[in-house]
């Protein structure tokens, strides 16, 4: 495998990942209600959108927190929350011109 392969899988791994993180629904509820925030928020706040309780919506962030859709900031003993909007609207973006050249 040539490096540009290479950097191509890896690309496409990282993609892969992002991808992965928000395709399920219960992570993509959390970026929905975060998108209507304009405050960070605690995980007790987003429990409202999701069916479940503190501790997977916890894990959820974790792993959107993993995949840079989340920032986390801790103020004391509390975690809050806040969409990374640009990281997230520049991936979709580049994906999506992705899809859109011509070849």
């Not at 219960?26 to 409202?48: F, G």
């Amino acid at each position: 495998m040539c490096n540009n392969e290479y950097m191509d899988a890896l690309k496409v791994q990282t993609l892969a990942n992002f991808l992965k993180a928000i395709g399920e629904f219960n992570r993509l509820s959390l970026v929905y209600k975060l998108c209507q925030c304009k405050t960070p928020q605690n995980v007790m706040c987003l429990c409202e959108c999701c069916d479940v309780d503190a501790s997977v919506v916890s894990r959820h962030l974790k792993i959107l927190a993993q995949e840079g859709i989340v920032k986390l900031d801790k103020k004391g003993r509390e975690r809050v929350y806040v969409l990374d909007r640009k990281n997230v609207a520049t991936k979709l973006r580049d994906f999506a011109n992705l899809i859109e050249t011509d070849i």
